[in-house]
T-cell receptor
Framework: DSGVTQTPKHLITATGQRVTLRCSPR?????VYWYQQSLDQGLQFLIQ???????AKGNILERFSAQQFPDLHSELNLSSLELGDSALYFC????????????????FGSGTRLTVV | AQTVTQSQPEMSVQEAETVTLSCTYD???????LFWYKQPPSRQMILVIR??????QNATENRFSVNFQKAAKSFSLKISDSQLGDTAMYFC?????????????FGGGTRLMVKP
């Protein structure tokens, strides 16, 4: 167990629907990052939150949004889903300037596999 | 912005042989960290090895070692005595630390197949 918890592990939904992916960061980590990995592709950075505030934005579609709550868990909301949104969505957490991150990089969750049918 | 490039989409190697995966990056930073992650079919992201940019000595972890060329912005991964369990996607990643967090930028990945 990496300490980063993502739920659900698998999600199957229809086109046009809306889903919410949840991430609980490792204890003490203030930053949460969301990445999208389409089939056989690299990890594309979507968005970062730090202590409740959005800090960095990557290639995130307008149909997608995220937030980080006071207890530091984060949710990624995907709406008007399309077939192309089928992917593995990773959450990762870190702490600024932490020794752990310098040694190990991010702490990754096990991902949520989203299938849009 | 940092970019990371892995020029080999797929590679294969015979079991027990040695293989080298390439990675180049582009940055104007002087202090940063480089990582290789392994992603087996389970899709879990597993850290293989890391390198601090301020260290000239190349990192080594058992059968895994890197060739870090800072001036050339190159960070290749060498796997010695390849094993079937090394079959996976391998991602090179660049990390810059800043006050609000650490930003990891990934390359596109290299799919490695170890053949018996």
């Amino acid at each position: 167990d990496s300490g980063v918890t993502q739920t659900p592990k698998h999600l199957i939904t229809a086109t046009g629907q809306r889903v919410t992916l949840r991430c609980s960061p490792r204890s003490g980590d203030l930053s949460v990052y969301w990445y999208q990995q389409s089939l056989d592709q690299g990890l594309q950075f979507l968005i970062q939150y730090y202590n409740g505030e959005e800090r960095a934005k990557g290639n995130i579609l307008e149909r997608f949004s995220a937030q980080q709550f006071p207890d530091l868990h984060s949710e990624l909301n995907l709406s008007s889903l399309e077939l192309g949104d089928s992917a593995l969505y990773f959450c990762a957490s870190s702490s600024p300037l932490s020794t752990w991150d310098r040694l190990y990089g991010y702490t990754f969750g096990s991902g949520t596999r989203l299938t849009v049918v | 912005a940092q970019t990371v490039t892995q020029s080999q989409p797929e590679m294969s190697v015979q079991e027990a042989e040695t293989v080298t995966l390439s990675c180049t990056y582009d940055t104007s930073e002087n202090n940063y960290y480089l990582f290789w992650y392994k992603q087996p079919p389970s899709r879990q992201m597993i850290l293989v090895i890391r390198q601090e940019a301020y260290k000239q000595q190349n990192a080594t972890e058992n059968r895994f070692s890197v060739n870090f060329q800072k001036a050339a912005k190159s960070f290749s991964l060498k796997i010695s005595d390849s094993q079937l369990g090394d079959t996976a996607m391998y991602f090179c990643a660049f990390m810059k630390q800043y006050n609000a967090g650490n930003m990891l930028t990934f390359g596109g990945g290299t799919r490695l197949m170890v053949k018996p």
